[in-house]
């Protein structure tokens, strides 16, 4: 699987909760389709693409989960997929044969009927195209799809998947009108046809709107009569300013930990009609070692690192406790996570450091760069960088300085191995620790650290593939990162906490964010 931009932006993607939080009010009860006023969301992100063969960033696909209905899709506050434009769906033969019934009467907002040859078309459109910055490798197990008849659809996969319902529940399985999409070829009008509860009225770098789709065939129920999506591409303070004059009504992405700090701290921010939705994420954030590297290659090195970086310090001064602590590659609140890290490394220990250094021969101090883009994942991100090589330095083992360069100069430098130690976030496509765990190791890996591990790749991750029933991968998702975090082709940094910040008079937020990623547009009530 290659990288693509589903990374995190920042700690703050603003967003995940649950329905246990604090904060804005709840909605009781169901609504009545677009009754409600218009909402102005504003988030930091930008909108990358229309066309669901190309977005696979956060901005992207918060457009694709409105406007466009996949197969299945995750409700509100749970991670397993259930059916959306499908009547059902179900396995067969071992996971490897994937038949779904599309509900009655579906149609595209502009009318015309979508029937089996739209999801084939969708699907295989967005593998034939194959985007670099697109969601094709999420459809990879695809062998072949059949549609016996206008309502059925039938996915022959090359290997048992049974991850498959959460892949095709995200944004990579947005079923267009085939009528309205070329082949071949990308949409560039800035145009989206879809038959999701929300229709794309217009969009420019600066704003996106959205207005409810009278023709919808599905579960959602608006409860305001439309959206106006602000962009601010980067501007934080902007965002921030937005909200405070009353020019957005919820703040979803972009918000500095400073912000909301200041947010939650305030005696007056109920008095200024401002709340904060707070929750957990799936969102992470590694440290990555390219384990070719002549210093970091060797496990020596990486293992002092392990015992010296202080997560606890780095969560509390740079991310202002907006972030928690994060001991393994699968993330709390996941099925299977475990606390690999901590139980191998335990709390910072210099003197078990200086033992690791010693061990594999090295009795001087070990030179290092770190490397970070602000431009990508946030100006805190040097911070926190500046602040780990604080850590190492001060243990008197390491001589560790930190460079910033541009996202795009970052990425190929990742790619032509001029990196030791170098930092990656982590958006999920899905809510299954799989997706924290196959992307990450083999051939063309989205970190490009050249980690391989055999039992990783060839045993444990096609093992866990096959199941169906997901509690029962743990044992196996343990393992891998048990071997993780002995053979150290990364370290864990934090996990996310998301935060929604909204006017007094919204209601609704707590369904719109979750595990899944989904903002649900529908759930949002202005009153």
Sequence with gaps: MKA???????????????????????EQGGGTGGSGDSV????????????????????????FNNVFQS??????????????????????????????????????????????????????????IADPSGPAPLLSSIESIETPDARTVVFKLKVPDATFPSKIASGAGSIVDHREYADGSLRTDGKAIGSGPYKLDSISDTEAVFSVNPGYQGDAKPKNNGVTLK??????????????????DVAYRGLAAEDVAALEASETTADKGIEIVQGSSAEVQHLVFNVKDPVIGKLGVRKAIAHLVDRDALVQNVYKSTATPLYSIVPAGIAGHNTAFFDTYGSPDPAKAKKALRSAGITTKVKLTLWSTASRFGPA???????????????????????????????????????????????????DADNFTAPFFGKDNVLGNNYENATITGTLIPKTAAVADRSATAQDFGKVQDIVADELPLLPLWQGKQYA?????ITGLEWTLDASTVFRFWEIKKS
């Excluded at 969301?41 to 457009?63: H, K, N, Q, R």
């Excluded at 910040?501 to 008079?505: G, I, K, S, Y």
């Design 4 to 26: 693509h931009n589903k990374w995190l932006t920042a700690p703050l993607a603003a967003g995940l909760a649950t329905a246990m939080l604090s904060g804005c009010g709840t």
């Design 40 to 63: 102005r969301v504003g988030m930091s992100d930008e909108i990358l693409a229309t066309d669901p063969a190309a977005g696979y960033d956060p901005g992207s696909w918060l457009l």
């Design 71 to 128: 197969l299945l899709a995750f409700p509100k506050g749970g991670s397993q997929p259930e059916p959306d434009a499908a009547d059902k769906c179900g396995f067969a033969a071992g996971s490897k044969v994937y038949t779904c019934t599309l509900r009655e009467g579906l149609k595209f907002s502009n009318g015309n009927p979508l029937t089996s040859e739209d999801v084939k078309f969708s699907f295989e459109r967005s593998r034939k």
């Design 231 to 248: 962009l601010f591409r980067g501007d934080r303070a902007g965002l921030s300013k937005a909200l405070a004059a009353n020019d957005i």
């Design 381 to 431: 991100t040097d911070q926190e960088l500046k602040a780990i090589a604080g850590q190492l330095n001060d243990s008197g083992l390491f001589d560790a300085d930190v460079k910033s360069v541009g996202y795009e100069q970052y990425e190929k430098d990742i790619a032509a191995g001029k990196y030791g130690v170098y930092v990656k976030g982590w958006v999920p496509d899905y809510p």
């Design 501 to 505: 910040v909204a006017r007094d008079n």
